[in-house]
């Protein structure tokens, strides 16, 4: 083995230890595999959802935003959409769901493979996935606005409804409609993943950073 890939992946774990001192070894991969775990069981699950209220639906209409799809009332936000002259919400990062199974997938991979990597090289490994929940929702934000910003004007009611912005969370007011978007079960996961990796990174680096400085 070269020392080039000695110095990535890190000092191993040393042979010659009781049951007491493996324990802070293994710390750090169980809260690793827990927090991959968890990013993969997001995917499955929604990440946000948004609520529209108005006097003609008393019980509102709701869509849900899944990582590669939506559900709920699309087809009649959609057509409520449309008399303002915002685009319908499946035109909305379309590329985004059509990659991301792969994408969360690969971050899953990464956080496993950090498990291994006992060297500052686990934190770049780690850091998509680190990253992820903060990405999809700046992602959000860019696509209701850029939908809310650019209104076809030629739309019926065009001219009653200046360009907004949507919250990403939280309430607002479009025209007479109450709008409510909340974040989901599965974004929630994917930051205590986050959290449970940064956990995961700070206690690997206490137990090998010893090793680490004795060679």
């Given amino acids: 083995m070269s020392n080039f890939f000695k110095k990535i992946i890190g000092p191993r774990t040393p042979q010659t230890l009781d049951e007491h001192e493996r324990r802070q070894f293994h710390l750090p991969n169980v809260l690793l595999g827990i927090a991959a775990v968890l990013l993969l069981a997001s995917m499955f699950l929604p990440y946000w959802k948004m609520t529209l209220k108005a ?33 319908p919400l499946g035109e909305a990062a379309q590329l985004e769901r059509a990659v991301s199974m792969v994408a969360v997938g690969a971050l899953v991979l990464l956080v496993l ?35 809310g910003l650019n209104l ?45 990796i940064l956990a995961g990174l700070y206690y690997q680096r206490k137990a090998y950073k010893p090793l680490v400085d004795k060679s």
Avoid: C, K
């Avoid at 849900?64 to 685009?87: K, P």
């Avoid at 949507?166 to 986050?194: H, K, R, Y």
């Fill in 55 to 87: 006097p003609q639906y008393p019980g509102g209409l709701s869509v849900e935003v899944y990582v590669n799809r939506l559900t709920g009332d699309v087809s009649e936000i959609d057509g409520l959409n449309h008399y303002i002259g915002m685009r």
């Fill in 113 to 147: 493979a950090a498990i291994f990597v006992h060297s500052p090289w686990a934190l770049l490994l780690a850091l998509p996935a680190i990253l992820w929940p903060f990405i999809f929702i700046a992602d959000m934000y860019f696509w209701m606005r850029h939908f």
């Fill in 152 to 196: 076809d004007p030629t739309a019926p009611l065009s001219s009653s409804i200046e360009p907004f912005v949507p919250p990403i969370l939280g309430t607002g007011m479009v025209g007479q409609f109450e709008t409510i978007a909340s974040f989901q079960i599965g974004l929630w996961m994917a930051f205590l993943a986050v959290a449970l």
